[in-house]
């Protein structure tokens, strides 16, 4: 039982440039969320997404972020025009989408740092 | 406007020793409570969770304790290791306008572990 991986583990860019974050939940998470983790803070949710449909963005995904899940499967992340705030941990989790709670299993992350 | 307290910032215990971290909430909408471990470099990895109609679960070392009318949750870890160093999030979910159960996550600021040999 393979976990939520996600693509690349580190990010370097400049401040200006465009980046974008892959993540593979586990198989069968119909269920797909996006979290934002800073230094000394506990995660903060950006997006979430069953399935194929992004049912709800945080107020902290401004106009230059974009998630994208095209299959219902893997989930992209994309942030235009970085700036220095951007610097941060993001993570996504999966869950089994039921009539009870179930889980949310988080992926390593991705940490992104804006020179 | 922070939905889950938590405390202490940090603990220190020996070997042995059982640190309690406490979280408090105020959203009547949290229906589940999750705590997470948290290793550097690594993502939150699940220890135990629970519902707000029982007021205390056990796993293996780790034990919440829920009081629902005061909104307080709290994590014991007992025999307490030095490989349990770490930080640690509680968490609530909130239902969220979506309706469904299992919506988002929302954590509380962290508490890092230290247990000395």
Known sequence: DTGVSQDPRHKITKRGQNVTFRCDPISEHNRL???RQ????GPEFLTYFQNEAQLEKSRLLSDRFSAERPKGSFSTLEIQRTEQGDS??????????????????????????IL | QQQVKQSPQSLIVQKGGIPIINCAYENTAFDYFPWYQQFPGKGPALLIAIRP????????????SFNKSAKQFSLHIMDSQPGDSATYFCAAHDRGYSGGSNYK???GKGTLLTVNP
Not at chain 1, 94 to 107: A, D, E, I, K, V
Request: charge should be positive; glycine fraction near 10%.
């Open chain 1, 33 to 35: 969320y996006w979290y």
């Open chain 1, 88 to 113: 941060a941990m993001y993570l996504c989790a999966s869950s089994l989408g039921t009539r009870t709670n179930q889980p949310q299993h988080f992926g390593d992350g991705t940490r992104l740092s």
């Open chain 2, 105 to 107: 996550l929302t954590f």
């Open chain 1, 38 to 41: 800073t230094l000394g803070q």
């Open chain 2, 53 to 64: 109609d029982v007021s205390e679960k056990k796993e293996g070392r780790f034990t919440i």
